[in-house]
């Protein structure tokens, strides 16, 4: 089995143990074919990963009345549609902010990312997009290396739900993990000296 899946299939569990209902709103998986065709919108190119996360699922529904806490896949970001991914590109990549490679992943509602850049020489690096902060800086190696960060995060109980029944997180001991996998990465190594 890929990795990809597998890792999925595990945070979908820890999800469901935790009940919480963000499982109730995702979207089924679709095709390879499917994929392709909604790709061929934009001038970028699904990689494996991709094509593994969107046929495990479609993202989340567009749900009225469903808060984004409910839909949090990992603390304070949802997984989209390829469909919005798609649209949110097209209008970010517009912006002087965003770099045409990067492609949008997870977002939190109020105009963070984490999305992949899908230029050539720096394949599959997952990077934070926020709003209110300078430069994305690369956080995950690969959509591989972000997901097992994740996994592990909920099989240790950093990511829990807190009182209001919204995934919350110590993110100190995820930067730990994050890093632990990432060791190349400077944003961790910052992060865990200033705190």
Known sequence: ???IPQLLNEIE??????DHPCLDHLNSGIS????????EEIPL????DLRALYTWRNGSKDC????LGELAFFPGFYLMSLEESIQTYQELRKTSTWNQCWFPIFASGGGDFYAMNLASEAQG???????YEEDPQVEYQSLESMLIALKNCFEQGIIFRNEQGYLDMDYRKHAEIAHELNPDL??????????
């Not at 390879?32 to 790709?39: A, D, N, V």
């Not at 190119?45 to 494996?48: A, E, M, N």
């Open 13 to 18: 569990k820890c999800l469901q143990q935790l």
């Open 1 to 3: 089995m890929e990795m």
């Open 32 to 39: 390879s074919q499917k994929i392709q065709e909604l790709f």
């Open 186 to 195: 400077q944003i961790w190594l910052e992060f865990l000296k200033e705190t």
């Open 45 to 48: 190119q699904p990689t494996q």
């Open 125 to 131: 690096h997952i990077l934070g997009f926020y709003v």
């Open 64 to 67: 009225e009345g469903i808060t």
